[in-house]
């Protein structure tokens, strides 16, 4: 039985640490089902790799604390899709929760070079996502007060107050939380990041889980 999404963006947290255990396949076809619809929704590349026990076994991997990570994400697609990377992969993210895997945004701490990479013409590799079944479900992180992270002039709608908590939850590099939200007087929404590791990416992740929180449609303002 599938967690209902919302329940699934509260319990999510970052996971390093997995069981030496193989996704199971009924699982494994849901995923790689989820991740079809993506790709064709996003135009990007996601592909997931099972029981691959290398790209994880460096010094870096070892630093970022990775343990028994034989299952990850690749991302690639066109260049400047950064902040679609963050939103489409954190759609994935989120699924992965709901049918009972854990997962974690992996910017550097793998080893490229033991990753079998096909990019095919004018595609980039942008970076990947680990998952599997998690020794432990992770824990929450703290978080920045929602006054520094979003602008709305007068009484803040309960709308936009649900979209910024959804928001205050979703991952970001070394946990910067560098974005900042405004409703403007035309009911558009701002979304803006600030530079720093894999901000353009963040401000996808954040943008969707605004939109969870939200429950409306989001005019985004166009920047």
């Known amino acids: 039985m599938e967690l209902e999404i919302d329940k699934a963006v509260v319990k999510r947290h970052s996971v390093r640490q997995y069981q030496d255990r193989e996704i199971e396949k009924d699982l494994a076809d849901k995923l790689n089902e989820f991740i079809k619809a993506i790709n064709l929704e996003s135009g990007l590349s996601f592909e997931l790799v099972l029981n691959e026990k290398t790209a994880f076994t460096g010094p870096l991997a070892h630093y970022g604390k990775f343990e028994h990570c034989y299952n990850y994400i690749i991302i690639k ?10 939103y489409y992969g954190e759609k994935i993210v989120i699924y992965a929760q709901q049918i009972g895997l854990n997962t974690c ?6 080893s490229k070079g033991k990753l079998n990479l096909r990019l095919e013409k004018g595609e980039k590799f942008y970076l990947l996502i680990s998952i599997g079944y998690g020794r432990h479900r992770g824990l929450p992180r703290k ?17 936009f107050k649900n979209g910024m908590d959804f928001a205050m939850r979703a991952p970001t590099a070394i946990n910067q939380q560098r974005f900042m939200i405004t409703l403007l007087e035309n009911g558009e929404v701002e979304a803006k990041s600030f530079f720093g590791p894999c901000h353009k990416i963040d401000l996808g992740i954040v943008k969707y889980h605004f939109e969870l929180g ?10």
């Open 77 to 86: 697609g066109p260049a400047k899709r950064e902040e679609d990377v963050g």
């Open 105 to 110: 945004w992996v910017a550097l701490t793998y």
């Open 143 to 159: 978080s920045k007060p929602m006054e520094d992270l979003c602008r709305v002039n007068g009484e803040m709608p309960e709308w």
């Open 214 to 223: 939200a429950k409306i449609p989001i005019k985004w303002k166009k920047v």
